[in-house]
């Protein structure tokens, strides 16, 4: 029998391997360097559940080098950040997600949870005026340890799921594997526990933002997806016709499933690139990474 072209097991030639190995792969940091882009910074959270306030924004504003400086207000009539995964629950008609807002608005609830985005015309400026800027923390009680979350009495992070479980789901019939079980010679208990864990891609996360003739704001952004990432930052965040955005992705330094997801960092970009007119590049680094991005979940069997 004939195999398939595109059968399993047929070879193929990969055609990008020599200019990544001689150095001359370009990714969205070589891109955004060549580029006379503005800095993005992301403020975030150095508590792992508080409520804050913000003090006076227009000092901050005003500094040198400083074009702009986005928090929740500015996200008045967005989205938040979807969440596309839906599973089967037990006891409720729909899988509860809840509201991930770009910017904390007013309650954070992980080290890391943005709470603002500065522009300006360099990093350091940008970063200058973050430390400036006056927040009232009022930290409040947290838990890391998931046993710990479920227990009576635990802080909780959304005051409508009790016990801070999101929602219980099912899978396979619980009758037969019990009956399974009764019957079996023998029974082997096991328990265990595996550690939250990141994809720790060599290239980090980054965005560059730019305003294209007629309006069009294109982003340059390692993802694994580019129209699902267009289709989720216009349709669920920003609330803009689609064929307002533009998402294109050139060489990716690693994914690991994570560069699926619509961070917050993108919608900012692209948000502030059309206020300014301007392109507006935000490039991760490596804490940011470990506070921002997706985690693998830990686990308890």
């Known amino acids: 029998m004939t195999a398939l072209k595109f059968g399993h097991g047929q070879p193929f030639t990969r055609l990008e391997d020599p200019a990544l190995l001689t150095g001359a792969g370009r990714y969205?940091?070589?891109?955004?360097?060549?580029?006379?882009?503005?800095?993005?910074?992301?403020l975030r959270s150095p508590y792992a559940h508080a409520r804050f306030a913000f003090g006076d924004l227009d000092a901050v504003k005003a500094m040198p080098g400083v074009h702009l400086v986005l928090t929740a207000d500015d996200f008045a009539g967005c989205g938040g950040l979807p969440i596309a995964a839906s599973v089967a629950v037990v006891g409720e008609a729909h899988m509860w997600k809840p509201h991930h807002p770009v910017l904390a608005e007013g309650l954070v609830r992980h080290v890391g949870e943005p709470v603002a985005f500065i522009v300006a015309e360099t990093l350091d400026a940008a970063r200058d005026a973050a430390e400036a800027l006056e927040i009232d923390w009022e930290p409040l009680d947290a838990v890391a340890d998931m046993e710990a979350a479920i227990a009576d009495g635990a802080p909780l992070l959304f005051a409508e799921r009790p016990h801070n479980i999101a929602f219980t789901s099912e899978l396979g019939d619980k009758a037969a594997v019990d009956a399974a079980f009764a019957k079996a010679h023998r029974v082997v208990k096991v328990r265990l526990v595996n550690n939250r864990l990141v994809t720790n891609y060599m290239e980090t996360r980054g965005v560059l933002a730019e305003v294209e003739e007629g309006g069009r704001v294109r982003l340059t952004l390692g993802s694994q997806g580019s129209h699902i990432l267009r289709d989720a930052i216009a349709d669920k965040i920003l609330n803009w016709p689609r064929e307002d955005l533009r998402v294109v992705t050139p060489d990716v330094g690693g994914g690991f499933g994570t560069k699926m997801f619509p961070f917050g960092e993108y919608p900012l970009a692209a948000l502030a690139a059309r206020r300014l007119n301007r392109a507006v590049a935000w490039i991760g680094d490596r804490s940011e990474h470990f506070q921002g991005d997706s985690h693998g979940r830990d686990n308890i069997t």
Do not use: F, H, S
């Open 28 to 42: 969205v940091g070589d891109i955004a360097a060549r580029t006379a882009a503005l800095q993005g910074y992301v």
